[in-house]
């Protein structure tokens, strides 16, 4: 206790990462300082943490929001908040030391948050640490930006402008909330997850297990707890083992450690974009056969869990670098043609060389005339959308014929030429003539099954 936290850490404001720091302009953060310490400001906060009770307003005021509404990375903690609102453009510690000061009084209390729409001012931020730290009680100071990424991500405020919504959902500049989609679920449904890919990857001191977890990315952090709990439990008397070598050394022995990796879908295991990772490692173990530590941003009793803050961020990066089946295929078929014949030129007068129709001279001449295009071929390949799983191998394959034919120009570059020695060009030329035609069977196996 008595540690600065991260806003993204307390559960309720989580989506918070879904705003990035650039997104808050100017105009939308004068908005947000423009907001009523009561009737915005607090109130948004209560709905955002589901607390519907107000913390009465007076002399006998502790404070602002008094709440045990609130998650510390799955740790449920009480709460204090101390707000200031649109009549302190400063906030200095005169303004609001005497209330931190009361903080103090109430017994049990793990956290304390100070927001503020003004500019803070260095000499509350010392009193408002000192205090927390000496109260023994973790702490989060919110300023301007942070509460308009808050309220935006929780469609409070526009993300255009940041005026409040009214109760029709319109800012104050008329554009409208986007209604998004409506779901439903059943309140007393099963928890459903797939393990889709287990390992063993034990050896002689530990049995040890990893695997893949899939589930329903509507899912709140909590319910993922209890599967990581569930699955690591599960792993744990798992008699899986890769070969008869390694069952006769552990038979029905329990796991000593088990890795859980957990994603929503399978782009997410394509990108080893994890929500998060963890592992268990029986407490028995020795210490010289523990695995390197997750550093990990909470603890579940023994499991470490290692939360991807960047999840959000990751996502949005590679679905906008993703390309559709067909905007795949078509950013290749041009790319594949064209390199291949230049390949089974280059080829050709490689032939001819060694039949000694044409001089070694000749052969490089000709190389280095080729070589530019093929570089800018290589380096357009590098712009194809990534592609979805089912033309992973493919795109893969690709891939790799680019690389060797783009090999079969380097050893005949001017840099090549300097670099090796004829005997070795040769040698090197005709290894990667082999790499082609296999690159070939491999494009055309894996050209068949795409279709």
Known sequence: MGRLIKIQDIDEFSEIKTIPYAAINTEILTNIRNLDEKSEMERFLREI??????????PMEIADILTSHVHVRGNKRLAAFVLKGKSFSRVSSRDVTHQFVKLRQIQGLGLMVFGALGNVQDD????????????????????????AR???AYEKVCPKDGTPYDDTGTCKKGHLRDKGVTLEMEVREKIRYTIVK???????????????VLLDRHYPKDVIRTIIQEATEKLRYSNYYRNERVRARWGRTPAHVVWLFIAYDLEDIQNANWICRTCWID?????????????GNEKLGDIEVFWNDEYKSHKDFFESHFGTKEEVLEAIRPILNEMIKLAREAINYFEKYRREEISEDELILKMQEMEPRVTELYLQSGNIPMPPEDCKDYDQACQNIFATIHDMFLYFSKRGSERWPKQNRD???QDTIKRFYNDMERIRFEESRIH
């Open 283 to 295: 407490p028995s173990l020795p210490k010289d056969m523990h695995p390197l530590s997750l550093n």
């Open 124 to 147: 509350a931020q010392r009193d408002f640490v000192q205090i927390a730290i000496d109260a023994g009680c973790d702490y989060l100071l919110i300023d301007a930006q942070d509460l």
């Open 150 to 152: 808050l309220f935006i």
């Open 427 to 429: 040698w090197l030329m």
């Open 198 to 212: 287990q390992k063993d990857v034990s050896h002689a001191g530990a049995k040890r297990y990893s695997a893949i």
């Open 49 to 58: 943490l589901y607390d519907p009770n107000e913390t009465p307003h007076g």
